[in-house]
């Protein structure tokens, strides 16, 4: 069923809502702008700080692409050995699990004394906290194969190498472009974290900068701009993810 104009138009409308909301609250309030700015002086902000914010964005979005691409070849080689073994999974599971839940910021310093401030420590945090989602879902994807479709194949002759490239890694791509979209919301998190910590440049040394200054719309130009690129990369994966798995959303082809 194809979506109606009022669905199509729904996130664009909602987005219009909330900044007049938005706005009628900072100017009804008469809230000062180094508290909630406005969303006219956000703009305003970033028109007047166009250029540092156009080349810390720049700096942001490859770093965030260089650690996300290192957490997919990781998290997909990892999730391969992991899903496809029994023994892997209960063996490698609480680990991964344990991992995780150590807070990525804590990495930090240490990534600091090792590789010194720049982007580096950038770089490997959005690869420390992107890559765990993606290993999730695709060892989930391949664990998860029903055992009596396996039993099938391998009496028709297939070998365990066949019923992983044919069947299983077939059936785990809905769970890894699941993954793909979280994981790139949480590569830009890694990304500004360690760049309000441990960098010179970039959108989170931007907000910081702007912050001690006490600049508060450029600080939201800030948060703006994360969230646009990290939306427009999300939106990109799930157009990739209706494109090459629409066999498991049929249900959904007409609204795609």
């Excluded at 080689?77 to 992991?82: D, E, N, P, R, V």
């Excluded at 992983?164 to 785990?172: E, I, T």
């Amino acid at each position: 069923m194809k979506p109606t104009a009022l669905e199509r138009w729904a996130p664009w409308l909602a987005v219009v809502v909330l900044l007049v909301v938005w706005e009628a609250i900072c100017r009804g309030f008469q809230v000062s702008e180094f508290i909630f700015p406005a969303p006219t002086a956000i703009m305003q902000a970033m028109i007047q700080f166009a250029g540092p914010i156009r080349m810390h964005a720049w700096q942001t979005f490859w770093t965030t692409m260089i650690g996300f691409g290192l957490g997919v070849l990781v998290g997909l080689l990892l999730g391969l050995i992991i899903g496809s073994s029994r023994f892997m999974y209960r063996a490698c599971y609480p680990l991964l699990v344990g991992f995780n839940s150590i807070p990525k910021v804590a990495f930090v310093p240490v990534l600091v004394v090792w590789f010194g401030i720049g982007t580096v420590p950038a770089i490997l945090t959005a690869f420390l906290i992107c890559f765990f989602p993606i290993v999730v879902n695709v060892a989930t994807g391949l664990a998860t194969l029903e055992p009596e479709m396996e039993d099938v194949l391998r009496v028709l002759g297939a070998k365990r190498l066949d019923v992983l490239l044919k069947v299983g890694l077939p059936r785990s791509l809905p769970y890894f472009f699941a993954s793909l979209k979280v994981a790139i919301t949480l590569a830009f998190v890694g990304t500004v974290v360690s760049e309000t910590v441990a960098s010179n440049l970039g959108i989170g040394y931007l907000m910081m900068s702007a912050g001690a200054s006490m600049r508060m719309p450029l600080v939201f130009a800030g948060l703006i701009v994360i969230s646009v690129m990290a939306m427009a990369m999300y939106e990109l994966f799930a157009w990739l993810e209706r494109r090459m798995t629409g066999w498991a959303h049929r249900g959904q082809q007409g609204s795609a």
